[in-house]
């Protein structure tokens, strides 16, 4: 494709459309609560270019949200028939909607916005061990010139800040991941035990990552919460109903009776609705969406967020020294420390000289 710039969507336009009124209105709210403008289903989500890959000759290409509509094709026929009464739905129908819930949520701006967390971490933590005389040879050796006291002082501040450098999450990995995982994650989603919930009255809101993964309340945060960590998948499907998608193995029951678990319909109350609208905004990244004329989020804590956690390393601060974290250590403690390694094998580890300077993806610092 020619290199311009492109209006995609992070979450699918025929799913906002259950939640718009009979004008294809939506309102968006914005985290923690305002501004509240009311826009059309085709630009409540749009975000330039976000999933267009740079190809290896530096073209730009956007295939793979070529891709991803034809599994919206499938997946909104699927969704038309949930909510014109079909439920429990089987063979392609179940296929397709499954891997649109996988789509969902791992096209999210909150798993791209991750990895880049993740990144700058690892980052923090082997400059850190490495230390700032390593991190004046990386540069010099990359750029071929000599690195001041005051230069390197800046340079390891900011990488070794809380959280690492600040990079911009990159759209050829995002996807790399996204096409990695996809399969399987849907899979995974197809063989759960799905719940609908059908409500008379009370609204339900979504936002720009409507598939929440919600935990037990006794999950431990060091584990994190992820596909395989989750209790449940939530995903409201129209400003009437909502989907709840659980493990099977979260279940008390034995393998042959939870197998016989049918999926089945649940009559939504006042508390259920405020549940799910609470765990949805808690989940929001920067949008909730709700149909124009009704009032969902009334009550609610709407999250700010900047408030909001990023994955991070536990511990990683206590190994981030100046001096590098093996200074002072004895030639027979180093070579014990390198005997745990099999010589000539590639033990897949990484170390300062595997990072390229400068860091791919890097914004600019705020020196100070």
Known sequence: MADRIRRQHTVSRFYLKGFADNAGKIRRVSLPGQPSIILSTGDATVIKDFYTVTLPDGSLSDFFEKAFSRIEGEAAEALRLILAGTWPIEGRAREAFAQWVALQHLRSEDVRSSQGHLNAEMIRLIIGVSGKEALRSLIQNSESRPVSDEELDREWRDITKPGGPDITPNANQHVR??????????????????????????????????????????????????????????????????????????????????????????????AIARSINQETAARARKYVYHHPNETPLKGLYLPNPETRDRPSISNAA?????????AGMTDKQLKALSATSVPGEDNGGMSIDDIPWPIPGRLPKKLN
């Not at 996809?182 to 759960?192: E, F, H, V």
């Not at 395989?228 to 979260?250: C, S």
Request: a positive charge.
């Open 318 to 326: 206590g190994l981030i020294r100046e001096e590098g974290l093996f």
């Open 177 to 270: 991941l996204l096409t990695g995982l996809l399969p399987t994650t849907a899979a995974y989603l197809r063989d759960c035990h799905w719940t609908l919930f059908q409500f008379d009255r009370r609204s339900i809101a979504t936002s720009d990552h409507p598939v929440s993964l919600v935990v037990a309340p006794d999950h431990q945060k060091w584990q994190g919460v992820g596909i395989a960590t989750a209790e449940l998948f939530l995903v409201p499907l129209g400003h009437r109903a909502a989907l709840t998608i659980q493990p099977r193995r979260r279940f008390p029951q034995t393998t042959m009776e939870v197998q016989r678990i049918p999926d089945f319909t649940q009559k939504g109350t006042t």
